[in-house]
């Protein structure tokens, strides 16, 4: 099975991601982009890129393993185990949540030059409780409590 040269370069883009990136996001998102997670939705690409400017502000480690990838059309599917490491989250240690985006890829203008095909539409899937609300000192427990309990 050949790779998606577009889904490729999403990819890797996440692997350079940084504080020091974060103005690159244009390069593989369209201006219109709207992104959602389960924590925010954001409209636009000045937008996305202030969020991701301050999110990723004190993030001292942050490292995507990519899994499955599907694309039908303009429409794509990646599996991913994101590694983190916060200072203020899990006591500065890095810890792995895993997730799922899907991707929607804006369709080529007529007589474009543009090379890799951008995201327009970009939604992750993950716990937002493994992700944040466990690492907090004090409510951490009580959520893995909580969790605990239900599972029983």
């Known amino acids: 099975m050949s790779r998606d040269p577009a889904l490729e370069a999403f990819c890797a883009f996440f692997n350079k991601l940084d504080k020091t990136y974060t103005d690159q996001l244009g390069s593989v998102y369209t201006d219109d982009i709207v992104f959602q997670d389960p924590l925010h939705r954001i409209e636009g690409l000045s937008e996305l890129e202030r969020y991701f400017a301050a999110l990723y502000t004190h993030v001292e480690e942050c490292q995507f393993a990519f899994h499955q990838r599907q694309r039908q059309g303009d429409t794509a599917f990646v599996t991913w185990t994101m590694t983190l490491r916060h200072p203020r989250l899990s006591g500065g240690k890095a810890y792995e949540v895993e997730g799922c985006s899907r991707l929607t890829f804006a369709p080529f203008?007529?007589?474009?030059?543009?090379?890799?095909?951008?995201?327009?539409?970009?939604?992750?899937?993950?716990?937002?409780?493994?992700?944040?609300?466990?690492?907090?000192?004090?409510?951490?427990w009580v959520i893995r409590q909580l969790k605990r309990r239900a599972g029983a």
């Open 109 to 140: 203008s007529a007589g474009s030059d543009e090379g890799i095909q951008k995201v327009q539409h970009h939604r992750d899937y993950f716990d937002a409780g493994e992700l944040l609300y466990e690492r907090l000192p004090g409510l951490g």
